[in-house]
């Protein structure tokens, strides 16, 4: 024969399940009794915020070229710089898919004096 067991976790979930649906229930029919409440916000005419569309950035576009073909292709817009280099061609013919390289950070070398003792000692004077 058939054996049963009380399983309170299972009851718990359904009872919770019951619960939350009345709850929906509920409060659509309230929702659907309460159309006449909304009201019609003024008209002030001229919004408190102004669009502004950007000005195009120039951009500067560098192409390396090596026996006639395109071996890397320099971006510049703005701040930003980005290089695009082709994919390697396999035995099949088929070459691969390589993404765009982003240059983060550039450093900017400072012009230092021309020392003429090129950070050695002075010569011995005899």
Do not use: C
Request: aromatic content about 6%; charged content about 20%.
């Amino acid at each position: 024969m058939y054996q049963l067991k009380f399983q309170p976790a299972a009851a718990l979930q359904r009872l919770a399940l019951a619960l939350a649906s009345l709850f929906l229930l509920a409060g659509g029919a309230q929702a659907a009794g309460n159309k006449t409440a909304l009201e019609m916000l003024p008209d002030d005419g001229e919004p408190a915020v102004t669009v502004t569309t950007p000005t195009p950035r120039a951009k500067e576009i560098t192409q390396t070229r090596e026996q006639n073909a395109v071996t890397s292709v320099r971006v510049r817009e703005g701040n930003n710089t980005y290089y695009i280099k082709p994919g390697e061609q396999t035995a099949d013919g088929h070459g691969g898919v390589r993404g765009a390289q982003w240059q983060i950070f550039e450093f900017k070398s400072k012009d230092k004096p021309n020392r003429s003792n090129n950070g050695l000692p002075p010569p011995s004077q005899r």
